[in-house]
Nanobody, 124 residues
Framework: QVQLVESGGGLVQAGGSMRLSCAAS????????MAWFRQAPGKEREFVAA????????YYADSVKGRFTISRPNTENTVYLQMNSLKPEDTAVYYC?????????????????WGQGTQVTVSS
């Protein structure tokens, strides 16, 4: 059974940093595209960042470009999201997702596996 488990969320002040982790199990995820999405209260789930297998390509939403970095060490079934210069508008539940077709897409329907999410709250 495929499982994606996020961790690392919490409360941080504006301007601070936080790193999220997503541990994948149940498959060999090395060829999967891994991504992060987020959903704020009352809003649609939106794309944050994605990374192809072996780090062969990354894609960021404009709202996080230059502040967030997605990475995936080749030896781990883990993907990270380093978030710097956090803003109150970054407050959301952050979800890890995996695309078994290895595409680099910002669209939710491209991803066939999802984690349960981790809450990130940025105070002003």
């Amino acid at each position: 059974q495929v499982q994606l488990v996020e961790s690392g969320g919490g409360l941080v002040q504006a301007g601070g940093s936080m790193r999220l982790s997503c541990a994948a199990s149940g498959r060999t995820f090395s060829t999967y595209t891994m991504a992060w999405f987020r959903q704020a209260p009352g809003k649609e789930r939106e794309f944050v960042a994605a990374i192809r297998w072996r780090g062969a390509g990354t894609y960021y939403a404009d709202s996080v470009k230059g502040r967030f970095t997605i990475s995936r060490p080749n030896t781990e079934n883990t993907v990270y999201l380093q978030m710097n210069s956090l803003k109150p508008e970054d407050t959301a539940v952050y979800y890890c997702a995996a695309d078994s077709w290895g595409r680099l897409s910002p669209h939710r329907n491209a991803y066939n596996y999802w984690g349960q999410g981790t809450q990130v709250t940025v105070s002003s």
